[in-house]
């Protein structure tokens, strides 16, 4: 039996004789009887076992169990409803399954984010990552479920590719070779992890209008930030016969859907973060759940900067530049007061396929940025002009060969389209307040660190 | 409007005007009328749009428009009951978004499943590989609904890892050096790509009892196979409190419902594959979905084997070999004549971390036999019991040092569990017929072959 299972229907249960197994959360006793907390896994909260001197015939090994031990309790289910928990198992029998030893690095006392990232195979356990990473499985079900149920395909792109969206400086090689013999290697070529799905991914756009990606990217960017990890999941959808505002639509549904989906398939943990981690979380999400998206030019944006330069650490506001998270914050908690979408930027400071707009001075780009946190997503209408993009990367000194297939998609039953990427680390750090991508990882990786 | 809303609901949109995108898949005429086989990506079928020299302004240009060309049509939609397709478009205008120009690799003709290979940019939109990725998506999401449903929590174990589940040597090396100096390494030491999330996912089993991945692995094994490629998807539960009769109960109910799912939200495409390419494929995955998977010991699966040498190409069978695919085949299609469990297989021929049985001879692991492709799914019983997985190190010449974290949920409150590999582009070999694996991935990546 599970523990969610009963939570969700304890009263049918009242009197039954259920048998739990699960990890010793806490045990605490006196002469005649004990209390040990237990959780089983199925859900954030533990269940109450009260075991009895009397009756219990292992009670000294019983009130011994130490902390994190696995055991199977063979009891009845009682209603209580006149205690703080509504139910409790009163143990018939409790047999240890497998005791953990002094070394447990678990104990009854807060232990440090630092300390913790140390032990990546036992921190699952400590209250804020048992809660961040089953919100982790709850946000990526939202992901799929959104996408899947407006008939969008999920595509795998690869991991291991030849081409480079973004520049070659920043990405880690894959080889078998010990030295840098590349023709020679595996893949008879150089071979990288991918940055980014998007330019595999457009073709599959151009067959199936609506897709999207949901996988592992890699940056070899040799920075620690809070913010920045070597490896880290991105869901990169892409929309044909789309424009930039199809695609702005697209992404106010998603971050709506998963907020609320979030806080329907993960009550507990919501609550848990707004308790212990950030007290305003689910206002704030909700607020952004509840919000009508604005939209806003990077022009009319430098303009608001420009008026309130002074408050910014970073004073040297002007069109052209890139913005940087205190701008971007000031823009959305002080000028607009929720999430807005920066559009029309200045196409020095994006990348070689967003649609060139017909100032010839900006592309069809859409950041969203919302309170707390600043960018969350980035997007554009990608480029579909065959000469037009030749022109791009002659002017970026981009070499031509290697994207032929992707321009060819242009010359190929081309079309409109946009499409943009969601830092899937990043919207769980949004949702909990957790304020460090090393903390809502599994195994972070980030330069020099590499824990199993 | 999107072709399968049409197609789902065609008699409430009698008469009615509608617009659509989507790409010309073929275009035949006469002088007075011409039609359109049209396709928007939204499900597998065209529609028919019909248009004519009387009202249509650039008839000339429209009659020329070459397959592949991204069109909009604007037009009636009118129900014809006595004609094959249920419904047509009577255009009323066509508007070229973009043609594909005489580069165009798919003409109306057959190409080959090589030919095919060379541009994975375009060959989504032929119909096997139209039909196949997305089956490929509606395969994922039948996983993640199957164990979200289920309570299992969706873990995405790492990419790059220090560890290795099943000896170095098929491994890629991921590095930012030209030279082998790994202590200087971005991570300050060798890292590689995982090839098993097994290890790095039990820590949570024994955290959340039930747990997933979903996630790229890679093999660097030179070999080249209709079956095997440097990168594929995985699908690997991991079970607390469970044995191995638990874990197989698991692997068959997950397999029946995927199927189910794939029937049911896929039908057009299954339909395809039976048609096209093989005429067997329903009937096998249907018989599978019906049958009661049947369980039978290495050992015994031996005897028969003997009984039966004659019959196969390698005629060596002994108590202690590794079975060959005919071997497995044979068993399931001829001995039991359905699927059915292989298990407590000779220690020496599998990995390190099953549970060794009492016999001291064999482990707890069970390998699904189906029909048609011999071994879809491999899992065991773990080694739970710290003292004799620290022998089987010693055994094996493993160094125990990088694994002490795992031999260390052993004594953090370890318990009985279970777990499995469902290599997922397998199972849509298995379900479509399909009988390459390179045919299923959308950037199939094999040796001296990266194409983009």
């Not at 678990?106 to 140390?118: A, D, G, I, P, T």
């Not at 809070?226 to 106010?252: G, K, Q, V, Y």
């Not at 408050?311 to 607009?336: A, T």
Request: proline share 4%; hydrophobic share 35%; glycine share 6%.
């Amino acid at each position: 039996m599970l523990v969610k299972k009963l939570k969700e229907d304890f009263q049918s249960f009242d009197g039954q004789d259920i048998t739990l197994q699960g990890w010793v959360r806490t045990n605490r006793n006196s002469k005649a009887l004990g209390f040990i907390e237990l959780n089983d896994g199925s859900c954030f909260g533990n269940v109450q076992v009260v075991y009895y001197q009397e009756s219990t015939k292992n009670y000294e090994a019983i009130s011994k169990i130490t902390l994190g031990s696995a055991i199977e309790v063979k009891g009845k289910l009682v209603c209580t409803p006149d205690s703080k928990q509504p139910f409790e198992i009163q143990a018939g029998s409790i047999e240890v399954l497998g005791l953990s030893d002094h070394d447990y690095p678990l104990q009854k006392k807060r232990h440090s984010f630092e300390y913790m990232r140390e032990i990546p195979h036992v921190r699952p356990r400590a209250n804020t990552y048992y809660a961040i990473f089953r919100l982790r499985s709850v946000l990526s079900m939202a992901i799929h479920t959104f996408f899947q149920d407006r008939g969008f395909v999920y595509v795998h792109t690869p991991i291991i590719t030849g081409n480079d969206a973004e520049g070659a400086g920043e990405c880690f090689t894959v080889t078998t070779r010990e030295d840098n013999k590349y023709e020679e290697d595996f893949f008879g070529k150089h071979a990288q992890l991918t940055v980014s799905g998007q330019l595999h991914v457009e073709p599959f756009a151009l067959t199936y209008r609506n897709v999207y990606t949901f996988g592992p990217t890699f940056r070899a960017e040799n920075s620690n930030t809070t913010r920045h990890a070597s490896e880290f999941w991105m869901i990169e959808p892409e929309l044909a016969f789309a424009d930039l505002s199809d695609n702005m639509d697209c992404i106010e549904e998603m971050i709506k859907y998963c907020i609320n989906y979030c806080l329907e398939h993960a009550p507990e943990e919501m609550a848990f973060f707004e308790k212990m981690i950030d007290k305003d979380c689910i206002k704030r999400v909700k607020a952004v759940a509840a919000s009508h998206f604005k939209r806003m030019t990077y022009t009319e944006a430098i303009e608001h900067l420009e008026k309130a330069k002074d408050q910014f650490e970073n004073k040297n506001i002007y069109w052209g530049m890139d913005l940087q998270s205190e701008h971007e914050r000031y823009i959305c908690e002080k000028v607009v007061n929720g999430p807005v979408f920066l559009i029309d930027y200045p196409k020095e400071i994006k990348a070689f396929y967003m649609r060139v707009n017909e100032d010839q001075k900006t592309v069809a780009a859409c950041d969203l940025l919302v309170p707390y946190v600043g960018e969350l997503v980035g997007g554009s209408q990608r480029e579909e002009r065959y000469d037009v993009l030749v022109e791009k990367l002659k002017e970026l000194n981009i070499s031509q060969e290697p994207l032929q297939w992707y321009l060819d998609l242009r010359r190929f039953g081309g079309c409109k389209h946009s499409g943009f990427g969601l830092g899937f680390d990043r919207m769980l750090m949004y949702l909990s307040g957790i304020q460090n991508i090393r903390d809502v990882e599994p195994y972070p990786r980030t330069p020099r660190n590499l824990i199993f």
